[in-house]
């Protein structure tokens, strides 16, 4: 296991290397070999993070570490769970066809005892869903139930689920409609109400184009 100061020179690197979008591409292995179990948490979930945006770079050469990254949707660590559900939402806003063979594990996430994990896997299916919303209209059920989520955080995001899927298969999200009126003006968070009625209004003018 690596120690303290290891750590701290490791996660230098990796910051380095998030900065320098220029070196992305040639450094992706170097970072992906970072996943290993004899690296810390804090350490693992930078490298996951990273390599979520940098598989929305470079979706082809990322393809050979989807398995490996996917591997932590069921960690025994939150934040392992959460940055693996970013990334899997990263990697699948370039190309879902890499991600697909793991939706259902992404999908499992909306039952995680953490909240921060249940957010990422909201904010994971939006970004899937802005290139891929077809893929959802048959899984709106499950966001509709997230309305009611204990989560604030939970709560703030899903509305952009439908907002997302709204824009462009506003047919998927009109029987969802009338609940998330409802949210948009009686939610008691101003976020979530805001959120709501935006997801209203995007598909509503989607569906009058």
Not at 35 to 63: C, F, H, N, Q
Not at 114 to 127: D, K, T
Not at 172 to 187: F, G, I, S, T, W
Not at 188 to 193: D, F, K, Q, S, W
Request: net charge negative; glycine share 4%.
């Amino acid at each position: 296991m690596s120690n303290d100061m290891d750590d701290k020179v490791i996660l230098k690197e990796l910051r380095d290397i998030t900065k320098d979008r220029g070196c992305w591409k040639a450094n992706i292995s170097d970072v992906a070999e970072k996943l290993d179990t004899d690296y810390s948490v804090a350490v693992r979930a930078k490298v996951l993070w990273l390599l979520g945006e940098m598989g929305l770079m470079y979706p082809e050469e990322i393809k050979r570490y989807v398995e490996d990254i996917a591997g932590y949707l069921d960690d025994d660590s939150p934040k392992l769970r959460e940055r693996s559900a970013n990334a899997m939402g990263r990697i699948g806003r370039a190309d879902p066809n890499l991600i697909i063979s793991h939706l259902d594990r992404l999908m499992n996430l909306r039952h995680d005892e953490s909240e921060n994990v249940r957010h990422a896997f909201i904010w994971a299916c939006e970004n899937i869903a802005s290139n891929d919303p077809e893929r959802f209209c048959e899984k709106l059920e499950i966001f509709h139930e997230l309305i009611s989520d204990s989560g604030q955080k939970v709560r703030i995001e899903v509305p952009e689920m439908f907002r997302v899927v709204g824009k462009r298969k506003p047919e998927c999200v009109r029987p969802y409609l009338e609940k998330l009126e409802m949210v948009a003006e009686n939610d008691e968070n101003p976020t979530v109400r805001i959120h709501a009625a935006g997801a209203v209004r995007i598909t509503k003018k989607a569906l009058n184009e």
